[in-house]
């Protein structure tokens, strides 16, 4: 099956557009090695090296990233809050993240530390960004008390692990790609990694059990129309 090439040549580039944006998307969408990736795309007619698959992931998964953020409803006033190991060039960090209550990831940062202080500056970023929360949903770790305190004192804080499920199966598709593609080498490079990949997610995987199998089939059409246009936007 070919990629059929009906946007506009992407200036410098040997290769069409369309697979360009379809490597991105698939890098992003599945858990899969650069090898596959080679398998993948020769199998649509377009013979790249997995090293090459990489640098176009590096140079245009931000755009994407973007434009996906540019589009998204405002977030809604409650957050899930909740921290994973991620070890970084052998070394043991900590990424917090944060999601609303519509599943939306709002934001990420990777830090050696899981205490107050750590706590307070993934915090502090959140509210300079989308304002103060309504409501904040923890685990019981005891680093975000005085942090929500202090920040959002009319917030209601809800410690409780139970509540948190939302945000801690979006762990998952991290831990697991995490595995496959073996772990990161600095924190620049997760980071940068992870926004795409949490933003990509996003709109390609909506909350099936919400949804009739007509919707469903719905959102995953105006996903793919999304990508489209956002890969007509796309820019040497």
């Not at 580039?13 to 697979?19: G, S, T």
């Not at 209601?156 to 790609?177: F, Y």
């Amino acid at each position: 099956m070919m990629i059929a090439a009906e946007m506009p040549c992407l200036k410098g580039y040997r290769f069409p557009r369309e697979a360009v944006a379809y490597a991105v998307w698939a890098y992003h969408r599945f858990a899969l090695s650069t090898e596959d990736f080679e398998d993948l795309l020769a199998e649509r007619g377009v013979a790249v090296r997995g090293e090459t698959v990489r640098k176009w992931v590096n140079r245009f998964g931000r755009h994407f990233t973007d434009c996906i953020k540019r589009d998204r409803p405002a977030a809604a006033d409650k957050w899930h809050l909740d921290e994973v190991v991620v070890p970084i060039n052998g070394a043991k960090q900590w990424l917090w993240r944060a999601v609303d209550a519509n599943g939306d990831v709002l934001d990420i940062l990777v830090q050696p530390r899981r205490n107050a202080k750590a706590a307070k500056r993934f915090l502090a970023r959140l509210i300079a960004r989308y304002g103060k929360p309504r409501v904040v949903v923890t685990d019981k770790l005891r680093s975000y008390i005085k942090p929500i305190r202090a920040l959002g004192p009319e917030a209601d804080h809800r410690a409780h692990k139970g509540l948190n499920k939302r945000i801690e199966g979006s762990h998952r598709p991290i831990r697991k790609r995490d595995k496959v593609m073996g772990r990161s080498k600095t924190i620049r490079q997760a980071l940068r990694f992870l926004a795409a990949h949490d933003q990509i997610n996003t709109i390609f995987r909506p909350r099936r059990f919400r949804l009739s199998t007509a919707s469903y089939r719905h959102a995953g059409s105006d996903a793919f129309g999304l990508w489209h246009n956002y890969a007509l936007e796309m820019t040497a």
